[in-house]
């Protein structure tokens, strides 16, 4: 089965920063891009952006200039850095394959904006 884990999540004020960490399989990480998605309380759960298997970055725009994809393939991991955060920015974070998912999700890591 597919696996995916978030981490990195927490409480930071509004023009903050957060790192988050999404680990995978190998097999996964070879083949398929890396997306992020959130989900806001009562909302759907959304595209953030996501990074190819060879380092190209995707963004939708509300987050274009202040989130910064990247991978490490010694690690299999792949990094979302949130500057500026903004309060509508608070969701649960995921990963998954981009912009096609499979159909396994992690836990999802959870980011809380507040002041």
């Known amino acids: 089965q597919v696996q995916f884990v978030e981490s990195g999540g927490g409480l930071v004020q509004p023009g903050g920063s957060l790192r988050l960490s999404c680990t995978t399989s190998e097999m996964i990480f070879r083949i398929y891009p890396i997306g992020w998605y959130r989900q806001a309380p009562g909302k759907e759960r959304d595209e953030v952006g996501g990074i190819s298997t060879d380092g190209r970055t995707n963004y939708v725009d509300s987050v274009k200039g202040r989130f910064t994809i990247s991978r490490d393939n010694t690690k299999n991991t792949v990094y979302l850095q949130m500057n500026g955060l903004k309060p509508e920015d608070a969701a649960v974070y995921y990963c998954?394959?981009?912009?096609?998912?499979?159909?396994?999700w992690g836990q999802g890591t959870q980011v809380i904006v507040s002041s």
């Open positions: 998954n394959a981009y912009p096609g998912t499979l159909d396994s």
